[in-house]
């Protein structure tokens, strides 16, 4: 818990000691409306399965998510928060169908006939779990069910205009529709065309709230953390920059909240893979005798129908480092081979199984810092 301004608020790590197995709930035993849910796979290695689950069918479930069609969840690993029990464990809710689907199982060998026989309607994915998603079932295993997604939703990261196109072009009659969201939260503002063409090209993703949404903490520009106000959490801490703007847009709305990322970029997704600020830090401090300064820019680059991650890396290097021949390339090297990306693979092993581009590595004189040292950040050209 966190006081600021005399008033006391929720982080994520409060809610460990809240979480259990859903093997373990019981009708009677605890509450919806105080637990958190922590989705086991229970899997014995055998092949994916879909699941007949009970819904909660609600107007602003329908106005959101549409989940009375067959739906296709797509996450990192088999886990769900506060919005998936809800659904749940309701029940009263009426049945429908969900396939929920890991990055382990979508690499089974019978995931796309899987996918084929569910025949989902509407996905519910992040950006960069979709776009595995994608590239690992290219060609003839998406297009058997990919023309009749009517819906796609992405919460997470902002996507690039390069993914974007990329879902239009693989879903053609899939309506994308962007959310911002927490898994503790569930949604907590949602898209407007009239704002993205408004802000279009900015570094930021504009969103209407759709739950009360409060700043913590802002600069001089209104910027600060991200609070969302709800009756299970009260006020909660989502570890978000954004600002808010009271103005008055075409759809209805009269607030616009500005979502700039994590605080500080502490983590950045890129093409299934999880930069955590930490152990860039931990790299970097063996190159400590190397590089006197760096800074990162991380990108995903659409070609030939498959999106890369690509990372550039603007140094300062050290007297030593300028004695050197191919500094860049002895810098690259060990950003290579140390840099851990997912739980199992280094950077170098998402290059040599074609996810990621080689570091490029920029040598300058100094480097300029406004503020708070950001070390890294997402670029979304």
Known sequence: ?????????????????????IECYAPGEKTVENLFVRMTSGTTGGSPATALLRFILNKAALAFYEYAKPLLVIN?????GLLWAQIILNQYAKPTRILFLNKKDIEHPLISSVIADFQPRVIHSVVHILNFFIDKLHGKKVSAFSKKITKIHISGEPPTQAFLKKLARIFPKG???????ANELGTIAIDCPY?????????FQAYHPVNPVSIVASNQNGVGEIAVFSPTLDHYLTGDAGKIIKEKCRCGSTETLLLYGRMNYDIINCVGATFHIAEVERVFSLLRKYVADYYLEIREIFEEGKTLGSMTVKAVPTVKLQGMQDGEAFVSECIQKHLQLTKTRRLNDLIDAGIFLSPSIL???????????????KVND
């Open 1 to 21: 818990m966190k006081t600021i301004d005399g008033t006391l608020y929720t982080e994520r790590k409060d809610l460990q000691t809240k979480m259990f197995g």
């Open 76 to 80: 990192a690993r088999n886990s769900t």
């Open 175 to 181: 309506k994308i529709e962007l959310r911002y969201a």
């Open 195 to 203: 704002l993205a063409k408004r802000y279009r090209g900015e570094a």
């Open 363 to 377: 040598f300058v004189p100094s480097l300029l810092w406004p503020g708070k040292k950001i070390r890294m950040r």
